[in-house]
Structure formats: C-alpha cells, structure tokens
C-alpha cells in the first residue's frame, strides 16, 4: 500500500489589475494525497493512484518544504 500524507502549508498570494494599499495574505491550507517522492526542497503527492498501468499517479503537487507546516502520515 502506498503512503499518504496530510500536509498543512501556507500557499502564496498575488493580485491582479488595480488595487488600494491593501496587501493580499498568505492562507493555510490542506492537501492530502499519496507519497510520489521528496527531496531536500519540496515533497510531491498525488490525489490519484492507479493500481495498474504505466502512469501509476495522477494530479500531482510539489509543495515546498519552507511552506509546510505540518506533515503527517495517514494510516
């Protein structure tokens, strides 16, 4: 069985167009989803997984270690 994490990060903000001295925020998030690989920058999960077949993940995200506040292993 592969391995599933839940993770809580901080995602970045932007606008667009014309704006006041207002400054958009950073907001918490959580994703959830099968360990496709790490490395010393950023952790990679995948919402889908396939039993079979050549492509074996589906929708991936790439979040960067400096954002995640927290990682747990959902058993």
Same mark, same amino acid.
């Given at each position: 069985? @592969?391995?599933?994490?839940?993770?809580?990060?901080?995602?970045? @903000?932007?606008?667009?167009?014309?704006?006041?001295? %207002? %400054? &958009?925020?950073?907001?918490?998030?959580?994703?959830?989803?099968?360990?496709?690989? %790490?490395?010393?920058?950023?952790?990679?999960? @995948?919402?889908?997984? @396939? %039993?079979?077949?050549?492509?074996?993940?589906?929708?991936?995200?790439?979040? &960067?270690?400096?954002?995640?506040?927290?990682?747990?292993?959902?058993?």
């Amino acid at each position: 069985m @592969a391995k599933m994490y839940l993770i809580d990060w901080i995602d970045t @903000a932007t606008t667009n167009g014309w704006h006041g001295t %207002e %400054e &958009p925020s950073c907001c918490m998030n959580q994703s959830v989803g099968f360990y496709v690989k %790490e490395d010393k920058r950023s952790i990679t999960i @995948a919402l889908s997984k @396939a %039993e079979e077949g050549f492509v074996p993940y589906g929708d991936y995200i790439t979040i &960067p270690k400096v954002c995640i506040k927290k990682k747990k292993q959902v058993k």
